[in-house]
């Protein structure tokens, strides 16, 4: 089954750390931008951070920078968000996509259809 997974969501102490992963299946993710999105309750979904196909360029929203950072692997077919420092308003369910023709700047600046979704991961950043 081609499909995008997320894992990696749970409940966290506001400063703590979380891992998210995005792993593919049925397809190998080295020809695609991924990009990580988030949608809390009653808001938009945004993205959160995207990366190039050779992990070589990344973007990173203003509102996560200098605490979330992602990666990826591509021999695992893995891409990954590390998530530090976090707070309560990063509580959302987190997703992550993939597409082949768009850019990581592209994935960052507006959420649209792409080539896959995953199905999502909740964070909730609570005491």
């Known amino acids: 089954q081609v499909q995008l997974v997320e894992s990696g969501g749970g409940l966290v102490q506001p400063g703590g750390s979380l891992r998210l992963s995005c792993a593919a299946s049925?397809?190998?993710?080295?020809?695609?931008?991924i990009g990580w999105y988030r949608q809390a309750p009653g808001k938009e979904r945004e993205a959160v951070s995207c990366i190039s196909r050779d992990a070589g360029t990344a973007y990173t929203d203003r509102s996560v920078m200098g605490r979330f950072t992602v990666s990826r692997d591509n021999a695992k077919n893995t891409v990954y968000l590390q998530m530090n420092s976090m707070k309560p308003e990063d509580t959302a369910v987190y997703y992550c996509?993939?597409?082949?023709?768009?850019?990581?700047?592209?994935?960052?600046?507006?959420?649209?259809?792409?080539?896959?979704w995953g199905q999502g991961t909740q964070v909730t950043v609570s005491s």
């Open positions: 996509a993939a597409d082949r023709k768009a850019s990581a700047q592209s994935m960052c600046t507006r959420v649209r259809s792409y080539e896959f």
């Open positions: 049925g397809f190998t993710l080295d020809t695609y931008v």
